[in-house]
């Protein structure tokens, strides 16, 4: 689905942590939050320098730092909401983009729920990539993996390579699961794109339980419902570094 815009934040003002998206309340709840309902993994792809921690940052921390190095390796985040009562947590990869690593990243797509394919909008040659990194997320990936187009920085207007029609036409001819724009730096559409994937996983996951209770008679094993998205916490202690 394609996004409007909504009114831009600064990185200093603090977020409402409830809302209301589609059909649902939410509540943010914080990073540390331990008890949950089901958890989904997520991994955040595209190439360097795109800004795709600054994104991940933002949105968990809603904080920007201009000084941000490139990631190196990956680094994992959490991501806490609750719908209608039930806490949905995301467990984020984010990735680095250099060339180097790129055979470990593909090790990384394998068990996601969903990936955020994140180009800028001010590199036309990160949007082009988009294309190989979504090839490359489809060869190593669930089949069912969902998949968001981000076009981030969209606070550098005055160097815009990259149109909003392309983006959005390149999500609708790929049949991606949404496509919006974003700034990490003043904080634009960066946490209502993790509230988008949590309510898009909360919604699959409730269907998958219900259709497996039907083909069941009735009858569901919690544990046995949707086991390729309901993964183990990681604790990644040893990442750092962000990509601006």
Known sequence: MSETKEPESTPNNKRLQTGNIDNYNYEIL?????????????????DSGVGKSCLTNNAIKNTFDDAYNATVGFEFFTFNIRFNGKVVKLQIWDTCGQELYRS??????????????VYSINSKESFDN????????????NPDVKVF???????????????????????????LSLFMESSAKTGFNT?????????????DYNKYKD???????GSTDENN????QKLDIHNNKNKKGCCK
């Open 149 to 175: 187009l981000i076009g981030n920085k969209s606070d550098l207007e005055a160097e815009r390579e990259v149109t909003t029609e392309q983006g959005e036409n390149f999500y609708k001819q790929n049949n």
């Open 211 to 217: 259709d497996n209770s039907s083909n069941d008679m």
């Open 191 to 203: 946490q209502k794109i993790f509230v988008k994937a949590a309510e898009i996983l909360y919604e």
């Open 30 to 46: 914080s990073e540390d939050y331990t008890s949950f309902d089901m958890s989904f993994k997520l991994i955040v792809i595209g």
């Open 225 to 228: 419902v949707n086991n390729r």
């Open 104 to 117: 470990l990243i593909t090790n990384f797509y394998r068990n996601s729920s969903l990936a955020m394919m």
């Open 130 to 141: 988009v294309e190989m990194w979504l090839r490359e997320l489809r060869t190593h990936s």
